[in-house]
Each structure stands twice: as structure tokens, then as C-alpha cells.
């Protein structure tokens, strides 16, 4: 009797069944990696929205006298009632956005107080100081705090918080 073998081309089926769990293992991995980090990150759409309106309250809090022009005829600040129109130094925004127990309330609006509609979950709330510098002719500044959330989804980016200065020019 002749013993030859036979050399034959291809794979068998259980070589061909472990490749393919093999490969679906890896793939799920990669798949459940790439659904995680697309869940924990933050919409850029919502982070750029909240950027641009801290820097532009930001902005319009700065282009605002350090004291009231007129002391004798100061509008009412934020803490006092008053409307943002007619606010006229930077100290005026002190707690502007906050409700009556320090918490921002939802929704920006314009100078005018009308809300701006695509912004209703968005929070502001500001924050001006008092500081002694030192090393300084005449050492009063303010220090403005702008801090813009979202609120109702914890998976929302956090808040942005930006810091401005002011100084007393005379």
C-alpha cells in the first residue's frame, strides 16, 4: 500500500468559526469604545453657543464705566430691580442672571429683557468684586465673573466661567 497525503488548500470549518469570534470579540470592543467616547463628549454646538455668550456679556459688562458717571442719578443695578438697558457702570451687573436665592435662572435674553428663542436651557449668571491690587497707582479694580451653563441634562458639557478685569482709570 501506497501512504500518500494529500495536501489540501483552504481551512477547515472550526478554523473558520474561531476567526469569526475572534473577529466579532475585537469588533464589539471597538464598537463599545467608540459608543462611550461619542456619549461623554460634549457638543461642540453647545459649547461654542456658551462661549459666545459669555464673551459677549463679558464684553458689554467691560465697555460700562468703572463708577456711575453721575452718582446723583445712578440707574438701579440688578440687585436693586433694575432693567439691563439702563444699566450704567460695571458694579450694576452684580448677580445679574441669579433668582432670588443665588441660583442662575434659565433662558438669555437681550439688553432688553426679551428672550432669545434657541437659548432657553443656557444660564448665565455674573459676579462683580471689589479687589485690592497691589503694586498699583491707585489699586481698585472689579473682578467680573461670566458663568454660562446649561441646564437639565448632566451629561451637558461643564460651565464655562470667564474672568475680566476692570481697574479705576483716575
Do not use: C
Request: aromatic letters at 4%.
Amino acid at each position: 500500500m501506497l501512504n500518500r497525503h494529500r495536501h489540501s488548500a483552504g481551512v477547515t470549518l472550526v478554523e473558520l468559526i474561531v476567526a469569526l469570534v475572534i473577529m466579532g470579540v475585537a469588533l464589539a470592543g471597538v464598537v463599545a469604545v467608540y459608543a462611550s467616547t461619542t456619549r461623554a463628549s460634549a457638543d461642540p454646538v453647545v459649547v461654542q453657543q456658551m462661549q459666545a455668550i459669555a464673551d459677549n456679556l463679558m464684553e458689554e459688562i467691560l465697555m460700562k464705566p468703572f463708577a456711575p458717571l453721575d452718582p446723583a442719578n445712578d440707574a438701579p443695578s440688578y440687585r436693586q430691580g433694575g432693567a439691563r438697558v439702563n444699566y450704567n457702570d460695571v458694579r450694576d451687573y452684580d448677580g445679574y442672571g441669579a433668582d432670588g436665592n443665588g441660583n442662575p435662572s434659565a433662558g438669555i435674553v437681550d439688553v432688553e429683557g426679551n428672550a432669545i428663542t434657541g437659548l432657553e436651557r443656557y444660564t448665565v449668571i455674573v459676579h462683580v468684586t471689589s479687589v485690592k491690587l497691589t503694586g498699583m497707582t491707585n489699586p481698585d479694580a472689579l473682578r467680573v465673573t461670566v458663568t454660562v451653563g446649561v441646564a437639565g441634562n448632566p451629561a451637558d458639557p461643564a460651565p464655562i466661567v470667564l474672568t475680566g478685569w476692570r481697574t479705576d482709570p483716575s
